[in-house]
């Protein structure tokens, strides 16, 4: 029969773990849990890492980690620090011995890893936080006192408050400007553990980890050739559910879903001598012979309704691991906000393989990028996701071949989609700034079997074979003229804008070069040449463009109305997001097409149709708001019907903190 246990400050570890005898760590509850059980955590603050060492056996037979329902439970990755000695001014020093540490000092272990970009400096896993927000680290004592803020970051004038770290074989120095706050009269942590939740082991399945407040831990540098590191995670397992939580201040991914350390860490970085594209080639063909990467081993798990911010890498992360999962209903918000440090894992969502993943129903703002869907992104299904005040781009679709699916989005940031990868069918969308995409020649990178993860072949990304059906294009938005034509093709992965100081173009035109559907672009190709610049053929219809946006040269049933350029506006206010905007009758006069999965035919390199995970046809049966499209009366963009001229739509309600009556 399945136990009950429950922990509470309270308690003790050498009661029986009832509620009445609760125990006083959830540790020492995992350490007893068996398949089925469930453990229930009482209100307060738990400073450890929680390292379960075995699983459940099923759905119907999990370990189920959850807080109690109305409480308040927060499992931290820090330690207070109370004694504090004045330097000079507002800078004050402790120092403590290694011994507080443990077997992890993160003041004297660096973030590092391969695509991480250390901008000519070194940077600690180790973090100092006052009233739970995160300080600086100085690269000196002396830059301690400077007065000039760090402009890249998203709130410059906080980067004054500064910290910084002297350490030896017996004692850690750590230095803070404090500037306005007391540290003997505010709560002041700093990193001690790596994780938070986190199984040493792999193959640790089937765990459920529920209500918690997760914060303040140590994770290294998580990219596709490493072990992947979060402040939660299944570490290559099968089954979790992550659910009704709020994630915060991980010094790099807060949630990882990724690879283990034995089908590669760092050997671009370490060794050299083979480039990261290519040990990243050797990573997946580790994982299918040594690792049990399939179906039957690996992913499927759910993570939804979390509150994900503060992260400095990432808010969700993972390569090979990911495959199958639910990333749903997840506020996720502030992902790389300091952005000391940088490299080419940064999103607020990053998956390398997102195998007929399905993400949908997200609120993703505040970061560098919000989803990077990078290699393989094959049966990954992108739907209802709310996506604004994202730096580099709403949606990054890189050397993937598809099929792959993105509907009933709302891209409002300034760049919406940079598409380096070719097989996507975008459907009902809204994109109020631009795109760009760039053919990929030198990257061979993988597909697959369908709805598996066996490789069937390498190819590089020729571009096109994309379909765009059923989207409206509102051209130009004014708030972001001024930001468009400041933008440098030197910027870290732009180097496809090529007319710096000017408007992008938008729409869809910029795939003129490629083939329409119809035409032949295969079999009159006779010399190496003319294959090197080969492309795929683009499918587009019934969109709508207005103001500068343009669509593909061959369209069918598409209108263009030059001559009015809707403004979207959006409003964020004491976490209610609504847009007000004014299409007039527009998206009325085009007919939308039905998108079903014969329709929009077989992606080109993997020969495979756009269908669900489970094989069964694919439709359009929802919109944004999840409700019904009736067939043949559904309106085109994302929702299903919007009445003729000016309206406020609700979009969201966002939390920043999650409510404990769970």
Not at 151 to 159: D, F, K, L, M
């Amino acid at each position: 029969m399945s136990k009950h246990y429950h922990v509470a400050k309270s308690g003790s570890d050498s009661y029986s773990g009832s509620s009445e005898y609760p125990f006083l760590t959830i540790s020492h509850a995992a350490s007893l849990a068996l398949p089925g059980d469930t453990i229930t955590v009482h209100a307060g603050i738990y400073r450890e890492h929680v390292n379960p060492p075995r699983g459940g056996n099923n759905e119907s037979s999990r370990i189920v980690f959850e807080a109690a329902p109305g409480e308040s439970v927060v499992i931290s990755g820090s330690e207070l620090v109370e004694n504090w000695e004045k330097v000079s001014g507002t800078i004050y020093k402790t120092v403590l011995p290694n011994t507080f540490f443990g077997s992890f000092n993160p003041y004297q272990e660096l973030v590092w890893g391969d695509w991480f970009d250390t901008l000519e400096r070194k940077f600690h896993l180790g973090e100092v936080y006052i009233n739970g927000k995160s300080l600086f680290e100085a690269d000196s004592f002396d830059e301690l006192s400077s007065n000039l803020p760090f402009h890249n970051a998203r709130e410059p004038e906080w980067s004054l408050h500064k910290w910084y770290c002297e350490s030896t074989q017996t004692e850690t120095t750590i230095y803070v400007n404090f500037r306005e706050f007391d540290p003997f009269k505010n709560t002041v942590e700093i990193n001690v553990r790596k994780f938070c939740f986190w199984p040493e082991h792999t193959g640790i399945n089937y765990i459920t980890v529920r209500g918690f407040h997760l914060t303040m831990a140590a994770p290294n540098w998580a990219p596709p050739t490493a072990l992947q590191e979060g402040l939660i995670g299944p570490h290559w397992s099968k089954g979790w559910i992550i659910e009704d939580n709020e994630i915060s201040n991980s010094k790099n991914s807060g949630i990882s879903l990724g690879k283990e350390i034995t089908s590669g860490h760092n050997e671009w970085t370490l060794l050299g001598t083979k480039n990261g594209t290519q040990r990243e080639r050797d990573v997946i063909m580790n994982a299918l012979h040594h690792c049990n990467w399939d179906k039957e081993h690996i992913g499927s798990h759910i993570v939804r309704n979390n509150i994900i911010h503060d992260c400095e890498q990432t808010g969700i992360c993972g390569h090979l691991g990911a495959v199958f999962s639910q990333i749903t209903d997840n506020h996720i918000f502030n992902i790389h906000h300091k952005r000391m440090f940088n490299g080419a894992e940064v999103a607020g969502i990053k998956l390398h393989a997102a195998l007929d993943c399905l993400i949908e129903n997200n609120c993703i703002h505040n970061c560098d990028r919000g989803l990077w869907m990078d290699w393989q992104a094959q049966g990954v299904r992108i739907t209802r996701n709310l996506l604004y005040d994202n730096d580099t781009e709403d949606l990054f679709v890189e050397v993937s071949h598809g099929p792959y699916i993105v509907d009933n989005n709302l891209f409002f940031s300034m760049k919406n989609v940079r598409d380096l990868s070719q097989g996507g069918a975008y459907l009902h969308n809204l994109f109020s700034g631009f795109l760009t995409w760039t053919r990929v020649t030198n990257r061979f990178t993988p597909y697959h079997y369908a709805h598996e993860t066996g490789v069937r072949g390498f190819m590089t990304i020729l571009g096109g074979d994309n379909r765009f059906y059923n989207n409206i294009f509102t051209g130009t938005q004014k708030q972001f003229e001024k930001k468009e034509k400041a933008i440098d093709n030197k910027i870290w992965m732009n180097f496809d804008i090529k007319n710096p100081g000017e408007i992008q173009p938008k729409g869809l035109s910029i795939y003129d070069a490629c083939p329409a559907e119809g035409e032949d672009f295969y079999h009159t190709l006779h010399t190496v040449d003319e294959f090197a610049t080969m492309r795929i053929p683009m499918h587009c219809g019934s969109n709508l463009y207005f103001g500068d946006a343009h669509p593909f040269r061959k369209e069918t049933n598409s209108l263009t109305v030059p001559e009015y350029c809707p403004q979207i506006v959006l409003k964020d206010e004491n976490g209610e997001v609504s847009v007000t905007l004014d299409f007039c009758s527009y998206p009325s006069s085009i007919s939308a097409i039905p998108v079903t999965t014969d329709f929009l035919g077989i992606a080109f390199e993997p020969e495979l149709p756009y269908e669900n995970p489970d094989g069964t046809p694919f439709c359009i049966e929802k919109d944004f708001f999840g409700h019904s499209r009736r067939p043949g009366a559904s309106c085109i963009g994302p929702f299903a019907c919007i009445p003729e001229g000016p309206q406020e739509i609700h979009l969201a309600t966002k939390k920043h903190t999650k409510e404990r009556n769970l």
